[in-house]
């Protein structure tokens, strides 16, 4: 009998100490999507050295989270090595993509030497270039923290309902030629998760 109350006791032991280790999804300590740092691509696709210069779209993770008392919004959080509210000559684009309901969705942001434009999320085309619906949203460009976070109305992206994924969810960011240099507006250097160390789906939490 002793022996087994003392095996409840270690057993509720163990459980209290597992629970308290798993930290809640949707925090900049358990990320949707933690990418590896040094990795951003000439194209996206070859690796060079240094990185050094490029530490400001070197994506580390990105986050969503929700607040039980705005439930209507969604928090889409973006962190990047050293994050830089202007940029020395690159158009800097900063996106994170998703999907919900077979629906993709982005919210992004530019960043240019003259500062950054509004702060944009909405339905997006198949390629997950261009928007086909959006809002301007609010949000931050936190360069002391290197955190970018679009604040969104829930229904600017298809209203998601608790219980329910938002899935693929993908962190990227691309270097171009701005239009006034006159040089051609490819993405130059960029940073995919598809070397990513973690990435997995998030639960919406709350409803409107
Ligand atoms: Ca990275
Ligand atoms: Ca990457």
Redesign the pocket.
Known sequence: MMKIKLLIVLLSILIITLSTLNVIAGTEEDPEVE??IR?VRLFGLFPFLPQSNYVYVD?ISAWISEEQTNPDLIYMNLKIRDLEDTTEKYDAIYAISWFYNNNPYSASVHIFPEGSTSLKAGSVDEERNDFIDFVICQGTIDITNNIITWIIPKNAIGNPTTGLKITNIVPHTHLRHTESSGLPMWDLFK??????KITKDYIIKYQA
């Not at 940073?191 to 990513?196: G, H, I, K, M, V």
Request: aromatic share 10%; proline share 10%.
């Open positions: 990418d590896r990795d994506i940073d995919l998760p598809w070397n990513a």
